[in-house]
């Protein structure tokens, strides 16, 4: 019995030193990619994508207005201004951050949930929070994600989106419209503006709810505000994402 604790404390001991060595690696090579592109990116105003394409800046974190920032914050990430890359405690977060999305978006070529969420919250919490401040995530945020199909092509980035859905800036949107493209982040196929004109509405009217102070998260993964109607659940919502029970009014 001895000898058998003796051999698995050894296997144990063995097995962590590899983890910690293997995740030490993929820090490094993360902490020199971000100062050897993102930082480099960022003083040219481009950022480039893992298949090697350059994409211009097209808009700046502070050519948001006030409104428009607060309203991305609130939604995508409302501790933004006071986590360090990871947050599992505010209501209305969920799972990932906008440090966390800049890591998924720039760090991998393909995302998988499980051990790419660990090097995912690793890097965002290690590599991205200290290299790169606040602002420059939010402009590298704003660039980066993916608002669904229009007439078959991809459109990425929030100054594209406003053009493509819209065919004005960002700067000039209503409220309303620019609200519209914010609904559309956390799954853009099934809240798209043209394609689901009606559950895109209904999810602008929640998000004004938050905004407005009417309605507040009941946990971390009250993303929705809410529960839905259920012909968006059936739509094929990710099922660690929404827990209806859990809002519903008591």
């Not at 914050?73 to 209501?91: A, S």
């Not at 906008?98 to 949930?113: G, N």
């Not at 890097?123 to 939010?138: H, M, Y």
């Not at 109607?229 to 094929?236: E, M, S």
């Amino acid at each position: 019995m001895k000898k058998f604790l003796k051999y698995t404390g050894l296997f144990l001991l063995i097995f962590l030193t590899l983890i910690s060595a293997y995740y030490s690696y993929i820090l490094y090579k993360a902490h020199g990619y971000t100062e050897k592109i993102i930082s480099k990116d960022l003083q040219e105003s481009q950022w480039r994508q893992l298949n090697g394409a350059v994409k211009k800046l097209e808009i700046l974190g502070h050519d948001l207005s006030k409104r428009q920032r607060e309203i991305l914050i609130k939604v995508q990430d409302p501790g933004f201004y006071d986590h360090r890359g990871i947050d599992l405690c505010t209501p209305g977060a969920g799972l990932t951050t906008i440090t966390q999305a800049i890591v998924k978006k720039l760090y991998f070529e393909q995302f998988r949930p499980g051990v790419a969420k660990i090097k995912q919250s690793l890097i965002a919490r290690f590599v991205v929070n200290d290299l790169i401040s606040k602002e420059d995530q939010l402009t590298l945020f704003i660039n980066a994600m993916y608002f669904g199909r229009v007439d078959g092509r991809p459109v990425i980035g929030l100054e594209s989106a406003a053009k493509a859905y819209y065919n004005r800036p960002v700067i000039v949107l209503t409220e309303e419209q620019y609200i519209s493209l914010i609904a559309m982040m956390i799954m853009p196929g099934t809240f798209h503006i043209i394609d689901h004109p009606a559950w895109n509405r209904d999810r602008v009217r929640r998000i004004q709810a938050l905004v407005d102070g009417t309605y507040k998260p009941k946990g971390l993964m009250d993303q929705f505000y809410g529960e839905l109607p259920r012909d968006v659940i059936k739509a094929g919502l990710p099922p660690v994402s929404y827990f209806g029970d859990s809002y519903k009014d008591r």
